[in-house]
Structure formats: structure tokens, C-alpha cells
């Protein structure tokens, strides 16, 4: 990390970011098949969510996937964790509730390689700015 | 491989109007038409749109089909699915064009919830600075510095309307420019993470999920007011919080947004951390900022205030957590855009943690103005195990206990006072039937009790006798003198406790006894408890016709009350009952009553 020296520079690094991290889709010309993001608040966690993630690596490595998982704040279902949200190329992210180590195995094997939905999808019912 | 998915609402509001139903008719139909191999129908949670239920959506396309019955179905497999026509009569109806809305990117309003202070939060990796920037974090830093005066900063604060999201709802942009007009060498900016009520974790959330969020607009803040130095107190049963603060907080320095010379400007800023021993009092600022000097957490008179004299008798600002959350966008967006959320004088949105009695139990944002009957059932999903709606408790242990006459109130600063409770920092807990309210009394009371720091008497000794009454309430022990005490000395400590917390302490008595008098009359009088909760109260008998005789009371009754033969009906001896419930949760006939 260097410093940023200027708000010219910010603005350019944010341009940067905004196309190699887009945050809630797959970008362009990566070749994943898949984005995971896992809630780690503090309820996440208490209900398990750090299974939940070691699971959805171990299965990814297992099978030599090219997915990307990353952790990330509360999502707000609290009565639904853990919550992970799944991105497919050129879909709607999808949340699913209650993911503890089985149901992250039927995620990556379900939904991931066959497309197939699984219970307890969360709908978000919120817009953010 | 499956290319068409069918969500059906699975929440208990669609459930109630045959949602399963739907959901079965749609599978035989897929099955029938042999489409099992690229149509998949599966169930989901709530959508917060449950006046409007079963809800049936269709992925890819969106399409969100409202009050579908079972007979629907054929139209939805046979027209939607296999032709590819959306059901028009299906669609929503916009209530202000009529027009239909045919998918859900095009409908914004089932999206009751809106996310300004929480937009990052469970969207970014915390830890990882760039998602922040990627999402124009730090761009709000770097147009202040840059393009904006301190004065004119102060100002679009203040003509956004934004409250202080701490309790009190202060303007935020005047608290601001008052701390900022005070002559100074040193001032500091303090960011309050105390979160102290029972229940509430928004605060916890945001610093969890969005870090950088609080840590941009700290130093927004000390760029105004002219501060260098920023604190963050924490309390250190937020470990979480407090590592991703500091991961946080190393990554902003490293990339040059803390610390000299800021983005090129003649600016510095950098943010320490003073960690709380999780005392609620110590939430209040001036208990805080001594506390923070190394001080006893306790109180002390305002004037002065903090703007003009606080940590170290320095000007300070003191903002809780989620009032910083909501700078950047502001300064971003402009203050007009902001202040078109919401209400006349309560601008923007409020965050919520809804607990209790609720099925979604949760982090919520929803603009202000949204109304409580819209939390609690849309959002919130409603009532677990289908109970009736009581009551629910908004502001902690300030506020108070509002009923089901209030649910079609605004949710706004003025709107909550005027209906005996308060804004607070967004605890929101609903309550069934099953709650007694004199308990959920005492149960605030035991809290104040435990957090007064015992500096003035109304509150240390007035508070104590409160509870005792209600204890004795309870008990069944009360009579109506005790009753009048109670509100008696309620206003008394209201109106000579030193500070915010002794100040509010008798709020949740005196708003359950204007609810809710018949139940503490009930208590007094009949020595009756219409919720059942209060055990000493209760009476346990066996209700002979539904009694299969199957011992298994007898067996478990700690000290052999319940008599009776095999086969026959059991009887409880009242004089050897000491009412411990055991008998009730045993009994699978549901032969056990327990009445008051
Ligand atoms: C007993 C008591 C407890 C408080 N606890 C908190 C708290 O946990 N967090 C908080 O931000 N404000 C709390 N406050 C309010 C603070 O004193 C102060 O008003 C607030 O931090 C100012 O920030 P704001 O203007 O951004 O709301 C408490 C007040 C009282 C009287
Ligand atoms: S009101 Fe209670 S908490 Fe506040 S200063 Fe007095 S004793 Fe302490
Ligand atoms: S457990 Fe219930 S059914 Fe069995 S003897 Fe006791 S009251 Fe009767
Ligand atoms: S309530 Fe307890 S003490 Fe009374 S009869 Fe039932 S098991 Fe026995
Ligand atoms: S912290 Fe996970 S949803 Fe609330
Ligand atoms: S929208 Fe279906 S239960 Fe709420």
C-alpha cells in the first residue's frame, strides 16, 4: 500500500477498485464461477458462521473450483443465520439461510455446479443507497 | 440444468393464506408437464410483503406475482413458463398509477427498508479497505478537504436535518458549529460506542460490517470543528468490533487518510480507541468522557457542556456511531437529497434491532416515518407462533411500552414522545400475549438498578424501592397504596435524578401503567396475572377430563403435590404445590392448566 496523495488520486484508485472489485457481481472477464460472501457480524459467528466458511473452502478446494469467498458484515437476517450470499455469472445475488456445514456442501454442489436453488433462501427486502 | 426457479414465500403471513398450497399445485404441474428437469420451485423467507401474500417470484426475470391462490398456479406453469407470457392479473398493482408492475427491479416499495447508515454493511469485506473505496469510501474525505470550507461542511450538515441516532436526537450539524465556535488549542472529536441498552446491537453491526464508515466521517468531523484527534470508546465486550476497528484504522493510515498532511491537504487526523467496561451509564457522554479520562464512570452536571469543556476540558463532540454512518452519504448526495427521506423534523432513516415476540428478528433500516405496523409485520414477519400482538418497548430502559393503538404511528423522534416512549438507539422489542407487563417492568428496573452509579439518591434508593413495589406486585403481595407510591415516586425520580438514566429510569412503569392499568389493577386487586407469567400467581390443576393418568406429573413433582392412580385422573394438592411448572412441561394431554 502506498499513500494516496491527492483526491485525483483517490478517484483514480476508486475507478481502478470499482472495476477489479465489484463487490456484488462477477466482473467481466474473470474467469469464477462463482462469489461467496459469508456474514461474520457477531451473531453469525455465535451461530456458527466460522464452520460455515471453513466448510465452503474445504469443498471449493476439494473440488478445484474457481470461487472466490470473502466475509463480510451483517446482513440483517439475523433469525436466518448463517447467511451467505452466492453470486453466479450474470445473476441476482442469492442469500441462503441457516448454512451450517451441510447445507454449504448442497450449496457449492446444488446450486454452484448444477444451478439448482436449495431451501431457505432469503429474499432482501431492503435497497441500499 | 435448471434455468427457471419459483420462490414461494414460506414466511407465516403467506403460510396463513395457503402459500403451501400454491407451492404444492405448482410441483404436481411441473412434474405433469414433465418440466422437473429445468423448472425448480423452492421455498424462501419472508419478502416483507406479506399484506400482499403468498408471494410467488420467478427468477430469472423477476417477476413478482402477488396474492396468488392455489388455482393461479395452472396460469403461472402454463402461461408464464411455458409460453413465456407473464400473468397480468398477478402483478402488482401500483396503488398511485394502477398501473401492473411485471418484476420486482421495477418496484422499489416492497423494499420497505433502505439502507443509508447500514449501505455497506454485509456488502464489503470489513477488513479489506479497497471494497470500501470501491464502493467510494473515503470520496466524502476527500471533497471536504478539497473543495469545502469547515463552515460550509457544518453547514450541509445542518440543513440535512440529520439527529443525533444516539437517544436524544440532537441536530447534528449544530452540535457541530457550536463545538467548532469554541476557541481552542485542542479539541477532540468522540465517537460514542457504548451501546448499552438490553437488546440492541446496530451499533455493534455497523462497526462491524463498516468500519471505515464511522473512521471517514470522524475526521469529516474533526475537519470542521477543527479537531486533530479522534476517540472511538468501545466496550470491550465488542472484540469483534474493536479488531476490525483497528485493522481498519492501520489500513487508513497506510494509505495516508489518517494521520499528516491528508490527501495533500494541510490536514491531520488520527483515531485511538479508549475501551468501556460495558457500563450502561457510562454510555452518557459526560459519564463517558470521565471515564474516559481514567476517571469513575459517573455523571456530571451539564453546563458545562461537552462542546465547550469535556475530555481533558477540551471542546469535544461526542456522536454516536450511527450518526457518523450517515455523513458521508450525505456529503456525497447532497443535504436535500437526505432530507427528502423522511418526516417533517426527523430526516433520513433510523436503524432498528427488532427482538422478541417477532419472527424476523433482526438488523433493520426503514426511512423514518415508516410506521411500527410496517415493522413489525411486513419487515418483521409478524408475531411468532401466530400469538396476538401486545405491545412493544422502543428507547431501552428510557422508554417505554406502546400497544397495538399506536402501530399506525409514524416512527419519528416527536411521534414516539408524544405516545409515551422514545426513539432511543433503536432496541425494538415486541412483545405477545403472553407477556406480563409488571414483569416487563421489573425487568427494566432490575436493569436500571444494576447500571445507576449510585452518585444522587432518587436514583440509587427511589429506584430500588420501585422495583420492590413491583416485586411485591409480583408476589401478589401489593396493595393500592403500594400502587400509588409507585407512580408517585416515579414522577419524583423523573424529576430530581442527576442524569439522563435516573431522569428516564421510571419510563417503562409509568408507560405499561398508562397502557396497560387493568393489568397492574389486576395484580393489586384480584391478585391476578392475565399473562400468566408471574408464578406466584399461578395456580396448577389438572383438568380431569383431559387427564389420561399417565404419572408422569406424579413422577416428576419435586415434592409429591400430584396424587392419583394410574389410568384415573391426578389431582394437585394446593397446600404442598410450590408452583414450579415441572408438572406443566411434563404433561404431553395438555391436562395441566395453569391459570391466576
Ligand atoms: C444513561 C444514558 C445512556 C446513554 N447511552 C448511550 C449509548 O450507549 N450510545 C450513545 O451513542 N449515546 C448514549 N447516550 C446519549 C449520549 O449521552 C449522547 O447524547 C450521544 O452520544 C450524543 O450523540 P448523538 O448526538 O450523535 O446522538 C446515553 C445517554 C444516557 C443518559
Ligand atoms: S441519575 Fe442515577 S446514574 Fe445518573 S448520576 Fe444519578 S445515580 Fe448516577
Ligand atoms: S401428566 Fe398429564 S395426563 Fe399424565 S397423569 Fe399428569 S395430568 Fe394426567
Ligand atoms: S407445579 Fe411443581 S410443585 Fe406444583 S404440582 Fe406441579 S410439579 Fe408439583
Ligand atoms: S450480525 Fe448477522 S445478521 Fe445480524
Ligand atoms: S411476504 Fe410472505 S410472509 Fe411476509
Not at chain 2, 51 to 75: L, M
Not at chain 2, 263 to 289: P, Q, R, S, W
Not at chain 2, 421 to 440: F, L, R
Not at chain 2, 483 to 497: A, P, R, Y
Amino acid at each position: 500500500m502506498t499513500k494516496v496523495k491527492n483526491l485525483e488520486e483517490l478517484v483514480k484508485l476508486r475507478n481502478k477498485l470499482k472495476d477489479k472489485i465489484q463487490v456484488r457481481t462477477i466482473t467481466e472477464g474473470n474467469d469464477l464461477v462463482a462469489r461467496i460472501r459469508v456474514a461474520m457480524g457477531t451473531c453469525g459467528i455465535a451461530s456458527g458462521a466460522k464452520e460455515t466458511f471453513e466448510a465452503l473452502i474445504s469443498e471449493v478446494e476439494r473440488l478445484d473450483l474457481k470461487v472466490l469467498i470473502t466475509t463480510t458484515g451483517c446482513m440483517g437476517a439475523c433469525y436466518a443465520e448463517p447467511t451467505v450470499e452466492v453470486t453466479l455469472p450474470n445473476q441476482e445475488p442469492i442469500i441462503f439461510g441457516e448454512v451450517d456445514s451441510k447445507r454449504a456442501v448442497d450449496i457449492i454442489n446444488e446450486y454452484i455446479i448444477k444451478g439448482k436453488l436449495i431451501d431457505g433462501v432469503v429474499p432482501q427486502n431492503y435497497q441500499s443507497i | 440444468m435448471i434455468h427457471t426457479h419459483i420462490l414461494v414465500c414460506g414466511g407465516t403471513g403467506c403460510r396463513a393464506s395457503q402459500a403451501k398450497e400454491v407451492q404444492e399445485e405448482l410441483v404436481s404441474l411441473i412434474k405433469d408437464k414433465f418440466l422437473t428437469e429445468s423448472v425448480q420451485v423452492t421455498t424462501t423467507g419472508c419478502f416483507g410483503f406479506c399484506e400482499k401474500g403468498p408471494i410467488v417470484k420467478i427468477i430469472p426475470d423477476q417477476t413478482f406475482y402477488t396474492q396468488v391462490t392455489p388455482e393461479d398456479a395452472r396460469d403461472i406453469i402454463e402461461e408464464h413458463i411455458i409460453k413465456g407470457r407473464k400473468v397480468e392479473r398477478l402483478l402488482y398493482e401500483d396503488p398511485k398509477t394502477k398501473k401492473r408492475i411485471s418484476d420486482s427491479i421495477h418496484m422499489n416499495f416492497y423494499k420497505k427498508q433502505l439502507r443509508i447508515a447500514l449501505r455497506n454493511c454485509g456488502i464489503v469485506d470489513p477488513e479489506n479497505i479497497d471494497e470500501y473505496i470501491a464502493r467510494d469510501g473515503y470520496q466524502a474525505l476527500g471533497r471536504v478537504l478539497s473543495i469545502y470550507t469547515p463552515a460550509e461542511v457544518t453547514d450541509i450538515i445542518k440543513q440535512s436535518g440529520l439527529r443525533g441516532r444516539g437517544g436524544a436526537g440532537f441536530p447534528t450539524g449544530m452540535k457541530w458549529e457550536i463545538t467548532s465556535k469554541v476557541e481552542a488549542t485542542q479539541k477532540y472529536v468522540v465517537c460514542n460506542a457504548d451501546e448499552g441498552d438490553p437488546g440492541a446491537f446496530m451499533d455493534r453491526s455497523i462497526l462491524e460490517g463498516d468500519p471505515h464508515s464511522v473512521i471517514e466521517a470522524m475526521a469529516i468531523c474533526g475537519y470542521c470543528i477543527g479537531a486533530n484527534k479522534g476517540l472511538i470508546y468501545i466496550r470491550a465486550e465488542y472484540p469483534l468490533a474493536i479488531g476490525r476497528l483497528l485493522v481498519a484504522i492501520e489500513q487508513a493510515r497506510k494509505y495516508g487518510l489518517l494521520g499528516r498532511g491528508i490527501l495533500g491537504n494541510d490536514f491531520e487526523f488520527d483515531i485511538e480507541l479508549k475501551y468501556g467496561a460495558g457500563a450502561f451509564v457510562c454510555g452518557e457522554e459526560t459519564a463517558l468522557i470521565q471515564s474516559m479520562e481514567g476517571r469513575r464512570g459517573e455523571p456530571v452536571i451539564k453546563p458545562p457542556f461537552p462542546a465547550e469543556k469535556g475530555y481533558f476540558d477540551c471542546p469535544t463532540n461526542v456522536n454516536n456511531v450511527e450518526t457518523f454512518a450517515n455523513i458521508c452519504p450525505i456529503i456525497l448526495k447532497g443535504a436535500e437529497w437526505f432530507n427528502s427521506i423522511g418526516t417533517e423534523k426527523s430526516k433520513g432513516t433510523k436503524v432498528f434491532a427488532l427482538a422478541g415476540k417477532i419472527n424476523n428478528v433482526g438488523l433493520i433500516e426503514v426511512p423514518m416515518g415508516t410506521t411500527l405496523r410496517e415493522v413489525i409485520f411486513d419487515i418483521g414477519g409478524g408475531i411468532k407462533g401466530g400469538k396476538k400482538f401486545k405491545s412493544v418497548q422502543t428507547g431501552g430502559p428510557s422508554g417505554g411500552c406502546l400497544t397495538e393503538s399506536s402501530l399506525d404511528m409514524p416512527i419519528d423522534y416527536e411521534t414516539l414522545l408524544d405516545e409515551g416512549s422514545m426513539m432511543g438507539s433503536g432496541g425494538m422489542i415486541v412483545m405477545d400475549e403472553d407477556d406480563c407487563m409488571v414483569a416487563i417492568s421489573k425487568f427494566y428496573l432490575e436493569f436500571t438498578l444494576d447500571e445507576s452509579c449510585g452518585k444522587c439518591a432518587p436514583c440509587r434508593i427511589g429506584n430500588k424501592r420501585l422495583w420492590e413495589i413491583l416485586n411485591k406486585m409480583t408476589k401478589g403481595e401489593a396493595t393500592e397504596k403500594d400502587l400509588e407510591k409507585l407512580i408517585d415516586l416515579s414522577h419524583t425520580i423523573k424529576d430530581t435524578s442527576l442524569c439522563g438514566l435516573g431522569q428516564t429510569s421510571p419510563n417503562p412503569i409509568l408507560s405499561t401503567f398508562k397502557n396497560f392499568k387493568h393489568e397492574y389493577l389486576g395484580h393489586v386487586r384480584d391478585k391476578q396475572c392475565e399473562a400468566g407469567q408471574c408464578k406466584d400467581l399461578l395456580h396448577y390443576t389438572i383438568d380431569a377430563k383431559m387427564c389420561v393418568g399417565c404419572t408422569a406429573c406424579l413422577r416428576n413433582c419435586p415434592v409429591g403435590a400430584i396424587s392419583g392412580e394410574k389410568k384415573k385422573p391426578h389431582l394437585i394438592h394446593q397446600d404442598i404445590c410450590i408452583k414450579c411448572g415441572i408438572c406443566y412441561e411434563k404433561c404431553k394431554f395438555n391436562a395441566i392448566l395453569h391459570q391466576s
